[in-house]
């Protein structure tokens, strides 16, 4: 630790150095984030409740009014009556407490998921010591149903369904799911992107599946404000139908003032809450279709450029997540890495392996123009 302090004026200095050698957003570069910039009104909120902590609520009714209004209107988002939850500080927290509340209700171990799951299903199954029962994908690339159905047994907790995977943006079939799960096991949505996504293509009028409480056997939901929906990080959100599941993770807090928390996190500051406040009052459902129109756009018209270029999308985008095979003789990760010394961000994925881009708000058309120009060049074609 440094032993003298030094003058703000440094500090700062320092700071501006190390932030000039990251990417932003507003460089319209980076291409394979699911984050994106959030909107002003959120920064402001963010800023305004930085001191306050929903760990200890007792001291900050105004920001257990504003979670709870926050709440209240992602449940309404996913279809849902009386829906109860938290923010909490991402998608991976959400999926932890999801199988942390599925174990100790069921007192069962097995987490059956699509291999198309987030990692932080294998990390919250190594955290709780359940057994991860991954279950290959069909020729969708969604969860292999009479797989999935092989895959249940007397000892599954809870099965998992993806709502807009991370790699490919696609849904799986969650009604025919649901079908299939036995009494008292727990059906868990990871929405954590297409949460904020596959509302506002419905209301677009896009043929979409029902993903969220609308599915009677859903128990609980992972949506990330942080993501599609405008905040800043750290913002996710738990969502759960039965608020008396969650006392099964309880834990007293008795030198606090409140009496048991049924977090993972201990301190949680009001930032995320009052950030995804901001961004869902002041763009209310009208706000967040148009900002998902614009993406859908933005992200046909990468389809198209890329199929100019003569290239074969791995499946029609649902979502703003695109897919594209690269041609013989190109592996999608030299194609990144050849891209990245362009300064243009890309993603892969595995399954299949292919080139992965994801289009959010802050990527314009302008951007896939030229970075289309570049992939071109990669790929000499
Ligand atoms: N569930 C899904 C479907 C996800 O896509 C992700 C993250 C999570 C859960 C976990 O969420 P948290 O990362 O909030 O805990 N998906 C992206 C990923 O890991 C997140 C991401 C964000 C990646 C920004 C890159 C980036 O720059 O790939």
């Not at 932003?24 to 984050?35: A, E, K, L, P």
Request: net charge negative.
């Amino acid at each position: 630790m440094w032993e003298k302090g030094i003058d703000e004026g440094m500090v700062q200095q320092e700071l501006d150095k190390a932030s000039s050698e990251d990417l932003h957003f507003s460089d319209g570069r980076i291409i394979n984030s699911m984050c994106t910039g959030p909107l002003p009104i959120s920064i402001k909120a963010h800023m305004q409740f930085i001191e306050s902590n929903l760990g200890n609520s007792g001291l900050y009714p105004g920001s257990g009014s504003l979670e709870n209004k926050v709440i209240e209107q992602l449940g309404q988002l996913m279809n849902g009556t009386d829906i109860s939850g938290h923010i909490v500080n991402g998608g991976t927290e959400s999926n932890i407490m999801a199988l942390w509340i599925a174990r100790n209700t069921t007192g069962k171990r097995e987490v059956i998921f699509p291999a198309s799951a987030h990692f932080s299903f294998v990390k919250a199954c190594d955290l709780l010591g359940m057994k991860p029962v991954s279950v290959p994908l069909d020729e969708n690339f969604t969860i292999d149903i009479d797989k999935a159905r092989q895959a249940m047994n007397q000892d599954t907790a809870v099965v998992v369904g993806m709502a807009g995977t991370t790699e490919l943006g696609l849904i799986d079939p969650l009604e025919e799911l649901a079908s299939l799960i036995p009494d008292g096991t727990f059906f868990h949505v990871d929405a954590a992107f297409g949460g904020f996504v596959i509302p506002f293509l419905k209301d677009l009028g896009h043929d979409m599946p029902a993903f969220d409480f609308q599915i009677p056997e859903v128990t609980s939901i992972t949506i990330d404000p942080h993501k599609m929906g405008m905040s800043t990080m750290p913002s996710g959100a738990f969502l759960t139908r039965n608020l008396e599941d969650e006392d099964n993770i309880a834990t007293s807090a008795p030198y606090l003032t409140l009496l048991k928390q049924t977090t993972l996190s201990g301190t949680r500051c009001s930032a995320a809450v009052a950030s995804t406040y901001a961004a869902m009052r002041a763009l209310g459902r009208e706000g967040y279709r148009q900002k998902v129109k614009d993406c859908m756009d933005t992200t046909y018209f990468a389809a198209d450029k890329a199929r100019e270029l003569g290239l074969e999308l791995v499946k029609e985008p649902v979502m703003n997540v695109l897919g594209i095979h690269m041609p013989e003789g190109h592996v999608p990760v030299d194609v990144r890495s050849k891209l990245k010394e362009r300064n243009w961000m890309v993603s892969v994925a595995v399954n299949p392996q292919c080139l992965r881009l994801v289009i959010m708000p802050h990527v314009k058309k302008e951007n896939i123009e030229i970075l289309f120009h570049e992939l071109k060049g990669v790929l000499a074609l």
